[in-house]
């Protein structure tokens, strides 16, 4: 395998490394082992040595693709992966780990058919020494991964995806046999904490562990602390005896810099902290780590929020998923430093961490950038009442806190997201007290573990709008921050209870600081509407929506600080929406486009002067009107636009947008946005093509695309424009008869479902529709057209539940059969379709697409009628061409 070629080259080539004396040299060495390794799934157990295995890099997942197609669930069982190691002999006098930097969820790891060592839960990294080594050039790693649903194990439910596999980096770390290592936490053994910081000083405290060898008797522990150009500014000593191999806590001297530069979002300065161990008598280098640290001191006011070296700063960002689109959480380091750097640009400053902790790289990336974090560990929507859940939960609280211990941009540890959501035993009163005490002491318990871990920081769980229940629960007094996971206009309610619902929750804990740890609303990229609603999922409800909450979140100084749900759309397979088995509350989409709303932040917290053309992911627009509105997201005081050379009226900008109604030409209109501060001018520019409708259609430029019961428009996966139809008038195009299906007694959209639609990608084509349709007319000339009727049956036992994370009291759509319908389509007065029942014929919830040649010989047009035989005809959307 070229693979064990090149480590087999590679250690040898180092080889003279590991003999040297020289005091300057780091025997620590990470080498990558991504490449080349063999995977298999097991889903009937036959175990690793049965498999078919096909080659793989890591980071890797088996749920990259199978998330996104139409079968509900998706693969939660076991995979094996397994690759040589070609060691060379010069390496027997290294400590060799294994370095994992997450498997979701429980990995057992075997050197050469022997178990190693084991790792519960999927988000944080683990170091296995690899004590069992031949070094014959066949050595053996076997990593078997587990993403099944384990009780014991968190979480066990979640808006988001449990991808499976082995999906952040795998190392080999080669050390002397004395080195700096915590094996118990998966870190490298060094730990800064940092006290009584001002603007005039600091004190530094360095601890940690290491192995010791019994190959020395006395070895010198240093730690050199650097400023930002390289230069000593300080140094602690102490030293270590010991007559025989054992693991060893050590604590050097306190340090104390004067005139310290302080960590900031403006000024995120790192010092380093280099730490060596050295065998005493001789001075040569046995272990040194590099560990980046920042000066900073904050307090949370339950009044006042939160302050930074001892100024306010509201907390302003978005909480983030690490998955991305075709590749699932197996995401590399680059993309993901990449998300952190498009949060810092639309003017964030805090990134909440949710729900799992997450790669270093994403953590360095605000600590070099400059961005204000929570981290938290996944025990979200309900727990398990046993003493091995309870065990695993502090556990991954302890690893969580060790791997992140030395971040400066880390202000918040949280241990718990929206735990009452699920609620157990919600009709057995006497045993749901019993389970809600269960969860209050194990809040205690994480809150005590974390305090005493890190008494550094504030701790924080994040609670889903129940204010009653979790005060009631006593859930609200022990951390001492409390997150509140707030949609008011969005799952129910209106935009403006946002700001209300805040007061009264502080109020209710006026000496509780706070933090609305989610809002959003779903915005799927290729839907929009002239007059949005909530639920319509339309890219100008998005605006409405974060425009009312930002104004409510600035308004109020006891908010600390705001987390947008979500920074990036994200993979929830269990989600059947418009954008099935999509999460699309991001103010970026799943491959990171931004969104309108993510200008809209832009606009709000830029520092500098900002102006951009709201066309977001609507570069396209076609209409049955030439009057368009453009809006510009900008934090100047009023913006002039030009449509194709013609300068318009300037006007004011509002809640940090302004628009213009404006009248596009057919094809591309150039349109230019122009703003100035100070006598400097800015602008921004864009194209947009915009079709007319229908003499687009009529000219033979497009398609004519409607939606049938709908009030919104929509992209499909052609960039075809989907139109909602009009109602016939008198020799005018349109529909005749028939009513918008709407689910009864829903708290949620005014028309149509939301439900998946097997077949298509294209699911809004088919999400709405008229009932007891008459007929449909479309007014063309002679010629040859392709007409396609689309249908899809929406009632029935493919109705999808309520699920709980849409965190008010909905009322289920229920599993009842499908109405009986049946009817004959004509067309021009000639029968096409007979006896059409869609549900019997298909299925609920199927797209249908039937496609017929009409020829018309006079210019009379195209007319369908719909012909009842049993119940009440229907019709989703319609498409007509013209053909050559």
Not at 61 to 72: E, G, K
Not at 182 to 188: K, N, V
Not at 286 to 310: C, M, P, Q
Not at 522 to 548: C, M, T, W
Request: proline share 4%; glycine share 8%.
């Amino acid at each position: 395998m070229k693979t064990n070629l090149f480590l087999l080259l590679f250690f040898v080539s180092f080889t003279p490394l590991f003999s040297q004396q020289k005091v300057d040299t780091n025997p620590r060495i990470s080498i990558s082992i991504n490449k080349d390794w063999q995977f298999a799934k097991d889903p009937s157990a036959k175990g690793s040595s049965q498999l078919k295995y096909a080659k793989v890099t890591i980071p890797h997942t088996w749920n990259a693709f199978d998330v996104l197609d139409d079968v509900p669930g998706y693969y939660r069982g076991v995979g094996y992966y397994r690759k040589k190691l070609a060691l060379s002999a010069s390496c027997k006098n290294k400590q060799i780990y294994l370095e994992l930097g997450a498997a979701n969820q429980e990995a057992t790891v075997l050197l050469n058919g022997k178990t190693i060592g084991s790792h519960k839960g999927g988000y944080t990294g683990f170091l296995l020494p690899l004590n069992h080594l031949k070094f014959d050039g066949n050595d053996e790693l076997i990593i078997k991964v587990d993403n099944s649903y384990n009780e014991h194990i968190p979480p066990l439910t979640g808006d988001f995806t449990f991808f499976g596999g082995i999906y952040r980096d795998v190392k080999l770390i080669m050390v002397s046999k004395t080195h700096f290592v915590d094996e118990q936490y998966g870190t490298a053994g060094l730990y800064v904490s940092t006290s009584n910081v001002s603007d005039q000083k600091a004190t530094m405290k360095i601890s940690g562990r290491l192995h010791y060898s019994t190959e020395y008797k006395k070895v010198l522990l240093t730690s050199n602390i650097l400023d930002a150009n390289g230069k000593n500014i300080a140094t602690a000593t102490s030293t270590v005896e010991a007559n025989k191999n054992q693991l060893l806590e050590f604590e050097l001297p306190q340090i104390q810099i004067n005139n310290p530069q302080l960590w900031s979002p403006e000024n995120p300065y790192l010092y380093q902290v280099v730490s060596k161990i050295t065998d005493a008598q001789t001075g040569q280098l046995l272990d040194e780590v590099k560990t980046h640290i920042g000066l900073r001191y904050f307090s949370f006011d339950a009044e006042k929020g939160f302050f930074l070296n001892g100024k306010s700063v509201k907390l302003i960002g978005a909480s983030r998923h690490q998955d991305f689109a075709k590749m699932g959480n197996a995401v590399p380091a680059s993309l993901q430093v990449k998300d952190v750097e498009l949060l810092k640009a639309m003017g964030g400053n805090y990134l909440r961490v949710a729900h799992y902790p997450q790669d270093q790289a994403v953590i360095n990336a605000c600590d070099r950038l400059g961005v204000l974090a929570s981290v938290e560990i996944p025990v979200v929507n309900e727990i398990t009442e046993s003493q091995a859940f309870y065990d695993n939960c502090k556990h991954m609280q302890l690893e969580m806190i060790k791997q992140n211990y030395n971040h400066p941009s880390v202000i918040i540890w949280a241990y718990m997201n929206e735990v009452l959501l699920k609620m157990h035993f919600g009709k057995e009163p006497e045993r749901k007290k019993i389970y809600l005490k269960n969860v209050e002491n194990l809040v205690k318990e994480l809150e005590d573990l974390t305090r005493k871990t890190d008494p550094s920081r504030y701790t924080m769980i994040a609670n889903h709008g129940d204010v009653n229940g979790y005060t009631n629960a006593g859930l609200v007094k022990i951390p001492m921050i409390v997150g509140w996971n707030l949609y008011q206009g969005w799952y129910g309610g209106k935009i403006e209870d946002f700001g209300p619902g805040l007061d009264r929750i502080h109020a209710a804990m006026p000496d509780k600081p706070i933090i609305v740890t989610e809002y959003g609303a779903d915005v799927d990229p290729r839907i929009d509407a002239d007059e949005p609603i909530r639920f319509d999922k339309s890219l100008a409800y998005g605006i409405k929506y974060h425009q009312g909450y930002l104004s409510d979140i600035k308004k109020r100084p006891f908010v600390a600080g705001a987390a947008v749900w979500n920074l990036a759309d994200f993979s929830s397979e269990t989600r059947m929406e418009t954008m099935p088995s999509i999460n699309n509350k991001g103010l970026l989409t799943l491959d990171r486009q931004p969104k309108n709303t993510y200008f809209l932040y832009k606009a709000n917290f830029s520092k500098y002067p900002y102006l951009k053309i709201g066309d977001g992911t609507w570069k396209n627009r076609s209409a049955f009107t030439s009057k368009q509105n453009i809006s510009v997201m900008s934090n100047l005081d009023s913006v002039t636009l030009v449509v194709n050379g013609k300068r318009l009226l300037q006007q004011a900008v509002i809640a940090h947008v302004a628009n213009w109604e404006v009248t596009l030409k057919s094809g591309k209109n150039i349109i230019e946005a122009i703003g100035n501060q100070n006598g400097k001018v800015f602008h921004d520019q864009s194209a947009i093509n915009f079709a007319l409708q229908p003499q687009s259609f009529y000219n033979g430029e497009t398609s004519l695309n409607l939606l049938m019961g709908s009030r919104r428009q929509f992209i499909d996966d052609e960039n075809q424009i989907w139109l909602p139809s009009p109602s016939h008038q008198t020799n005018d195009l349109g529909s005749n008869g028939g009513e918008a299906f709407k689910i009864k007694n829903s708290g949620r959209q005014q028309y149509g479902s939301d439900k998946d639609i097997n077949g298509t990608q294209n699911d809004p084509i088919y999400q709405t529709q008229l009932v007891g349709i008459n007929g449909y007319f479309l007014p063309t000339t002679k010629g040859k057209y392709e007409v396609t009727l689309h249908f899809a049956e929406l009632m029935g036992n493919g109705i999808q539940n309520v699920l709980p994370y849409n965190l008010d009291s909905l009322i289920a759509e229920g599993k009842e059969l499908p109405p009986q319908r049946i009817f004959d389509v004509y067309m021009n007065d000639k029968l096409i379709i007979k006896n059409l029942n869609v549900a019997a014929k298909y299925g609920v919830a199927k797209a249908v697409k039937m496609k017929f040649t009409c020829i018309l010989t006079d210019d009379k047009g195209i007319r369908l009628s719909f012909k009842p035989i049993a119940g009440q005809p229907i019709l989703n959307a319609l498409q007509v061409k013209k053909m050559n």
